[in-house]
């Protein structure tokens, strides 16, 4: 089974600062990455796939990038409604995808 | 708008058999998706389930497989998860999603939270 870890657990960031969120994976997943945003009693949002691409109605200021094992989630300018848990999943291996531990992002 | 809800008891003894239903509105289920079922215990990370595609062929995470069958019925456009002897392991929220040929999840339901206790 591909270990997806993420880091920091915790970010604290001001609004309108940028955020910086990693994920690794304990083997290479080449691009076969998405992230998800997860606000309480809501639905998880797909942000990203495929690394790099924004899924449809995301805003430009979240971006993706990397490859292989290290990955990264920006948020360029936190917004109110950014403030969520972040996840990655790998989806390299049919059926065996895996989800990191999550990233919070919280108000500084 | 693709919408996805689960539904289904919320409260379980141990052995008894978790029963959830997922309602896709928005888009056929007949399309050519796989559907999935994931779980995430209290604290912990998501889990995987398994997925089924409109024609019933399923896939389940090995680690449950003995326990788990999914099911499909499109003239409703709903499809279904059973997890046989629950244990407290077994608590967690339960979210159902449409798998896209790509392999991730896009959109989500908004997940039920069942609780197995005596």
């Known amino acids: 089974e591909i270990v997806m870890t993420q880091s920091p657990a915790t970010l604290s960031v001001s609004p309108g600062e940028r955020a910086t969120l990693s994920c690794r994976a304990s083997?290479?997943?080449?691009?076969?990455l998405a992230w998800y945003q997860h606000k309480p009693g809501q639905a998880p949002r797909l942000l990203i796939y495929g690394a790099s691409t924004r899924a449809t109605s995301i805003p430009a200021r979240f971006s993706g990038s990397g490859s292989g094992t290290e990955f990264t989630l920006t948020i360029s300018s936190l917004q109110a409604e950014d403030f969520a848990l972040y996840y990655c999943q790998q989806y390299n291996k049919w059926p065996l995808f895996t989800f990191g531990p999550g990233t919070k992002v919280d108000i500084k | 708008q693709v919408q996805l809800q689960e539904s289904g008891p919320g409260l379980l003894k141990p052995s008894d058999t978790l029963s959830l239903t997922c309602t896709v509105s928005?888009?056929?289920?007949?399309?050519?998706?796989?559907w999935g079922w994931m779980r995430q215990p209290p604290g912990k990370g998501l889990e995987w389930i398994g997925y089924?595609?409109?024609?019933?062929?399923?896939t389940y995470n090995p680690s449950l497989e003995s326990r788990v069958t999914m099911s499909v019925d499109t003239s409703k456009n709903q499809f279904s998860l059973r997890l046989y002897s629950v244990t407290a392991v077994d608590t967690a929220m339960y979210y159902c999603?449409?798998?896209?040929?790509?392999?991730?999840?896009?959109?989500w339901g908004q997940g039920t939270l069942v609780t197995v206790s005596s």
């Open positions: 089924i595609r409109y024609s019933g062929s399923t």
């Open positions: 928005g888009y056929s289920i007949s399309n050519n998706n796989w």
């Open positions: 083997e290479s997943v080449s691009s076969n």
């Open positions: 999603a449409r798998k896209e040929p790509g392999n991730w999840f896009d959109p």
